[in-house]
């Protein structure tokens, strides 16, 4: 949960930007909102590490092969996601710098197709051979975030621990935020699911039984002798 309201807080903060060259112009301009999302997002990856753990307890019962499959495929993507946090960390610094022109750095990513924090990776590794370290970590972020999503939504609909509405979140998530990429939106369903499922991992370990309170069955209360 808090590593999705970190992600969210992160959408919110930095507004989106089609062209490359007007999100470095406004990262250059604010910094100090941009430094605050970027930080939102690194803090994040622990939480969302956490989350993909937790995910794999709560459905191994039922698809143990199919849960633990998804939460490698997930944490695979997890790290593809951490290496783009680092390199987005650079473009931050270069963009903030003021030594380098914001419309040649722009073009350099531009020219390169594919997103620009991996971009930064392959520039900075002077592209080549080093070139197909930006392609692994695309195919562990996408690939492995892709298909670690939709399998752990199977696993965690199969396991019966949670509601299967808030589960349903999961491949929505994945269609907003991967396939028609509005972050912002993505991650707000992204959040309600994980906290959804949260509150609901949190009630039923205060109530280890699963019979709550007002179930509980009522002691007998003795009563006075009639004469």
């Known amino acids: 949960?808090?590593?999705a309201g970190l992600q969210l807080a992160a959408f919110s903060i930095e507004p989106a930007n089609e062209a490359t060259i007007?999100?470095?112009r406004w990262i250059a301009e604010h910094p100090g909102q941009a430094n605050l999302a970027k930080l939102c997002d690194v803090l994040a990856m622990p939480f969302l590490l956490g989350s993909?753990?937790?995910?794999?307890?709560?459905?191994?019962?039922?698809?143990?092969?199919?849960?633990?499959?998804s939460g490698i495929l997930l944490g695979t993507g997890l790290?593809?996601?951490?290496a783009v946090q680092g390199s987005e960390t650079t473009l931050f610094g270069l963009a903030q710098d003021g030594r380098f022109d914001l419309v040649t750095l722009a073009d350099a990513l531009d020219d390169l197709t594919i997103p620009?924090?991996?971009a930064m990776i392959t520039m900075l590794f002077g592209g080549g051979f080093f070139g197909l370290l930006g392609m692994a970590v695309i195919t562990m972020l996408f690939g492995g975030g892709f298909f670690g999503l939709l399998g752990m939504a199977v696993a965690l609909w199969r396991s019966g621990g949670v509601p299967?509405?808030?589960?349903?979140l999961i491949p929505v998530f994945v269609l907003v935020d991967f396939i028609l990429q509005q972050g912002l939106a993505?991650?707000?369903?992204?959040?309600?699911?994980?906290?959804?499922?949260?509150w609901v991992v949190l009630r039923a370990g205060a109530s280890p039984t699963g019979v709550?309170?007002?179930?509980?069955?009522?002691r007998a209360t003795p009563t006075a002798p009639q004469a």
């Open 1 to 3: 949960m808090l590593g």
């Open 22 to 24: 007007d999100r470095l």
């Open 52 to 69: 993909a753990l937790v995910y794999v307890l709560l459905s191994r019962e039922r698809s143990p092969r199919l849960a633990y499959a």
């Open 79 to 82: 790290v593809g996601l951490t």
């Open 116 to 118: 620009p924090a991996i």
């Open 164 to 168: 299967r509405a808030a589960v349903l």
């Open 186 to 198: 993505g991650h707000a369903i992204q959040f309600v699911a994980a906290t959804w499922i949260a």
């Open 212 to 218: 709550t309170p007002a179930e509980s069955p009522r």
